[in-house]
């Protein structure tokens, strides 16, 4: 006598996930730990104004500051008045605390300009110019028994520098 039902009545066998769940259990604190590694941070550039000739045609003259980044110097110009300090450096050794007064100067004497624009050789390296923009942007300052962090040309532009030819033919360089 055949049992007609009998296959019907077995039951299905259970899956064994216990190899599954065990790389699951490794896998997710391996993605969580090295997802923290991968930050990415952005800093905000502006391209030059290009209202810059109607600037020059109203009677007011303002501050457009530039900041060129040479091999052997800084060059902090004015593109109205040309040349205002000329700041000897080599790879090694740079004075950034001479440099970091005369940004404060100049914005005491110009409080509400918040733009600088960076012209840099093609040979200037990614470490300089992250360095140069961050003396620009903000400078530590000693007040009555403190150290005050102030803020100095936050809008940066960045650009090419001329050559040094250029600037001859131009007029500017005078110190």
């Given at each position: 006598m055949k049992k007609r039902g009998y296959k019907q009545l077995?039951?299905?066998e259970e899956l064994n996930i216990t190899a599954f769940l065990n790389l699951m259990v490794?896998?997710?604190p391996f993605l969580l730990i090295t997802a923290v590694f991968s930050r990415m941070s952005v800093l905000e550039l502006n391209l030059p104004a290009l209202d810059a000739k109607e600037q020059k045609s109203s009677g007011k003259i303002q501050l457009?500051?530039?900041?060129?980044l040479r091999k052997e110097s800084?060059?902090?110009?004015d593109v109205n008045l040309g040349l205002i300090k000329k700041f000897a450096r080599t790879q090694e050794n740079t004075r950034w605390d001479l440099?970091?007064?005369l940004l404060v100067e100049i914005k005491t004497?110009?409080?509400s300009e918040k733009n600088i624009t960076l012209?840099?050789?093609?040979?200037?390296?990614?470490?300089?110019?992250?360095?140069v923009m961050d003396r620009v942007r903000s400078a530590e300052v000693v007040s009555a028994f403190s150290v005050e962090t102030i803020e100095l040309f936050p809008n940066i532009s960045i650009?090419?520098?001329p050559t040094e030819t250029s600037i001859s033919e131009r007029g500017g360089g005078q110190q």
């Amino acid at each position: 006598m055949k049992k007609r039902g009998y296959k019907q009545l077995q039951e299905a066998e259970e899956l064994n996930i216990t190899a599954f769940l065990n790389l699951m259990v490794i896998l997710v604190p391996f993605l969580l730990i090295t997802a923290v590694f991968s930050r990415m941070s952005v800093l905000e550039l502006n391209l030059p104004a290009l209202d810059a000739k109607e600037q020059k045609s109203s009677g007011k003259i303002q501050l457009q500051l530039e900041l060129v980044l040479r091999k052997e110097s800084f060059d902090i110009q004015d593109v109205n008045l040309g040349l205002i300090k000329k700041f000897a450096r080599t790879q090694e050794n740079t004075r950034w605390d001479l440099f970091t007064d005369l940004l404060v100067e100049i914005k005491t004497r110009f409080p509400s300009e918040k733009n600088i624009t960076l012209l840099l050789e093609p040979s200037t390296d990614y470490k300089t110019m992250i360095k140069v923009m961050d003396r620009v942007r903000s400078a530590e300052v000693v007040s009555a028994f403190s150290v005050e962090t102030i803020e100095l040309f936050p809008n940066i532009s960045i650009g090419d520098a001329p050559t040094e030819t250029s600037i001859s033919e131009r007029g500017g360089g005078q110190q």
